[in-house]
């Protein structure tokens, strides 16, 4: 047994033990209470005793950086001649503070529609806005708790929600006055803006005395002051917007496409940008760098402002396009324009050295009503079937591959008769009793279709016989041809600097369209864009340089009253053709001939007594347009040895207007030596 005295002292010093836990808990909590009777009393301190002192450090000294507009870069063309400029008017604007509550911009809004006058008919108070604006008027609001019956308290997120709402389900029951609602739809533009952003109030048709009674009461309405419009003005005309394009608005705002990515960019949702064609693709040059100005404001109603940064003007574009020929080229094909079925016609007029692009003129046209709209980029987004004019590249295609030499090209034109097809054949041999051997250039010359195709089954491994089969013919001879055709620039992209261009359509390639391989040696399966004509046309006119065709020549930035050029366009080479000079003197003789030869069957001699002298390969391709039998008549044109190649595409003519394009061509020559060069310094 354990004795009593053992069991007494175990209990004593658990008694203990026990005894000294309370004394830490007090003393825990002692500190704790110490801690947050100073905390409470600090608070007291800064929200009663010290308020009013740090209420004013805020009110007195409220900054903030506010961003000014600059005017954007302007456009001239290759002379000199401003084309596209802008037109200043004065503004009322807003620049949304840091933090500002609804009520604060009710107030402004009120004392700015007191004096400034918009156009409520042509701009949409949202529902939103509306119900935001009304409730602020304390008279609308009580009446709008009695109609709602809401409960929640005056100034909580409840009462706002329940008041919009009802507002919102029931608009029919509250109405504004003409007055009422010009200054809601101010207030709905500032509630609209971001903080820190500028916005227009009014930018159109804004009168002095709202200038002057803005200008006055500047202080009394922070944010809103007088301001300048920038919209952009064509001196030259309208005509030159089918080619560079347009901007936005400050009441289209950016454009929905791009709106998040610009807004991440700095820009406003009023702020102007290129929407299409230059004016987008050269964006971030032309835009230039907004001023940035500090604005200091106090609580006696005087704002002080610092300029930070004057900014930048945008920088101005100067083209390689001459406007003067480019209206031309653009009245040539209007009054060439044959009627019937023809769906438009497109130019383009390069630079085969440079790659610099004269001219790029469209027009389309309904074949339906007759009308005609200019469309200038059409020539780098719509694509046809162009027929005969890319003889020239399956012919290089057919040297490149060795299946066909400058000297030994001879091949007879016959009609082409395939097992299980009907019989293609050469326009002047429809039943075989023209048959005659040709050489490559003699081919051009009288533009044979079963020429290229014997190249082409040449490409493919056969030599042609009448009645054979295309059962072993590969369909990897489409690639060997498209390969061959892209060195020039058919089927691919040029590289323009033009947004939007296309590449064109390429029909399929399986063994069941094997038979469509003979249409595409002669132009009749693919189809191609104007550029892309011309790219082709340069290649050829300058000895085998693929040159990436470009509008823009420099650009320069203002310094001060001056222009400095900062930066020059250079001649970019996209690729080579790598022919011998035997193989490209056999295509520029081919193509001479087109236009030279006394041959009865040259395509081309429309074009004889042009001077300087030129040469050419015409095209034509069987369509269907609205159902009927057409043409498309093209053209591809340049002068030996001088700084003028153009292409031609008229889609949808008639047969008899098959000759329209040599028509288009010759008045542009004209054009081109009245307007850019003279025909004197070229060389002959």
Known sequence: MRSPKRRGGRRKTRKGSMSRIPVRLNVLMGIVILMLVALGWRLVDLQITDSAKYKTEVTSAESSIEKTNVQRGLIYDSTGKVLVTNKGSQAITYTKPRTITDKQMYKIANQVGKYVTIDTSSEELSAANFAKYYIQSPKHAKAVVKASGTNAAPGTDAYVDALTNYIEKHQAKFTLTDDQKNRALIFQKMSNAYSLSTVYLKEDDVKQSEIANIGERQSKMPGVRVGIYYTRDYPGGGNIKSLVGGTSTSKSGLPSDSVNELLTKGYSRDDIVGTSYLEKQYEDTLKGSKGRVKVTSGNNDKTNEETLYSGQAGGNLNLTINNKFQNDVEQVLKDKLPGGNTTGAY??????????????????????????????????????????????????????????????????????????????????????????????????????????????????????????????????????????????????????????????????????????????????????????????????????????????????????????????????????????????????????????????????????????????????????????????????????????????????????????????????????????????????
Not at 376 to 400: C, D, E, H, R, Y
Not at 471 to 496: A, C, E, N, W, Y
């Open 347 to 684: 130019a383009v007029v390069l630079n085969p050295k440079t790659g610099g692009v004269y001219a790029s003129a469209g027009v389309n046209r309904d074949s339906s009503t007759g009308s005609v709209t200019s469309d200038a980029l059409s020539t780098v987004n719509q694509a046809n079937v162009v027929g005969s004019v890319v003889k020239p590249a399956t012919i290089t295609t057919g040297f490149m591959n060795n299946v066909i030499t400058p000297q030994n090209s001879t091949l007879t034109d016959q009609p082409i008769k395939v097992a299980g097809t009907s019989a293609k054949t050469s326009w002047w041999n429809q039943n075989g009793s023209g048959n005659m051997p040709l050489t490559a250039d003699q081919a051009l010359m009288m533009s044979s279709n079963t020429y290229v195709m014997q190249v082409m089954l040449k490409l493919g491994g056969l030599n042609y016989y009448d009645g054979m089969s295309l059962s072993t013919l590969p369909t990897s001879v489409f690639q060997t041809m498209r390969d061959g055709f892209s060195r020039f620039g058919l089927g691919v992209k040029t590289g323009i600097d033009l947004p939007g261009e296309i590449t064109g359509i390429r029909g399929e390639t399986s063994r069941s369209d094997i038979g469509k391989a003979l249409d595409e040696s002669f132009g009749q399966y693919d189809t191609y864009t104007t550029m892309q004509l011309a790219q082709y046309v340069a290649t050829i006119a300058n000895g085998g340089y693929r040159i990436r065709p470009h509008i823009v020549q420099s650009i320069t930035t203002r310094d001060r009253d001056k222009n400095k050029i900062t930066t020059t366009i250079p001649s970019e080479v996209m690729g080579t053709v790598n022919w011998t000079s035997a193989q490209r003197q056999m295509i520029w003789d081919g193509m001479n001939d087109v236009v030279h030869s006394s041959s009865k069957y040259a395509t081309g001699t429309g074009l004889k007594d042009i001077k300087p002298a030129v040469s050419a390969k015409t095209g034509t391709a069987e369509t269907f347009t609205n159902g009927q039998s057409t043409l498309t008549s093209s053209l591809i044109s340049f002068v030996p040895n001088s700084d003028v190649a153009m292409a031609i595409v008229v889609p949808g003519v008639n047969q008899s207007d098959e000759n329209v394009n040599q028509k288009i061509a010759k008045d542009i020559y004209k054009a081109y030596w009245k307007d850019v060069q003279d025909s004197g310094s070229a060389k002959k």
